[in-house]
């Protein structure tokens, strides 16, 4: 089944809605994390140290991924949730320029007028 507008804009919209969850989830591991770092350094009433920074470090890959998400959504969208091309058999992937009648000479698929382009040479 050829995909419209707008079951593709569905699709595009829960894509986004999941990475944002998943930035989210990101976040507030590296978020929790961190802060029972900080608990635990306040206990033991010590300064900074490298084991406070060994854990930052330990953690930030964390925060890393949920930046990448939120900043780099839109091309994940549209990489993900791509718009079937007009002129390739969404069954097989066979060009169809230049058919006369509405069927895929590769796979057999029906389809519709508006999938199909007009002849590149008239006989």
């Not at 804009?9 to 900080?38: G, Q």
């Not at 991924?65 to 069954?91: D, E, M, N, T, Y």
């Not at 069927?103 to 006989?123: F, H, I, S």
Request: charged share 20%; net charge positive.
């Amino acid at each position: 089944m050829i995909p419209d507008a707008a079951s593709i804009a569905r699709k595009r919209y829960r894509m986004r809605k999941t990475l944002r969850f998943m930035a989210l989830v990101l976040f507030m591991i590296f978020f929790l994390c961190e802060c029972a770092e900080l608990i635990a350094w306040l206990y033991r009433g010590a300064a900074i140290d490298n084991l406070a920074l060994q854990e930052f470090v330990l953690y930030s890959p964390f925060l890393a991924g949920a930046a990448f998400l939120v900043i780099a959504q839109g091309r994940l969208i549209v990489w993900l949730v791509p718009i079937p091309k007009r002129s390739v058999c969404p069954a097989c992937g066979y060009h169809l320029q230049g058919l006369r009648e509405p069927r895929c000479p590769e796979c057999g698929l029906d389809l519709p007028p508006a999938l199909m382009r007009a002849p590149t040479t008239q006989d």
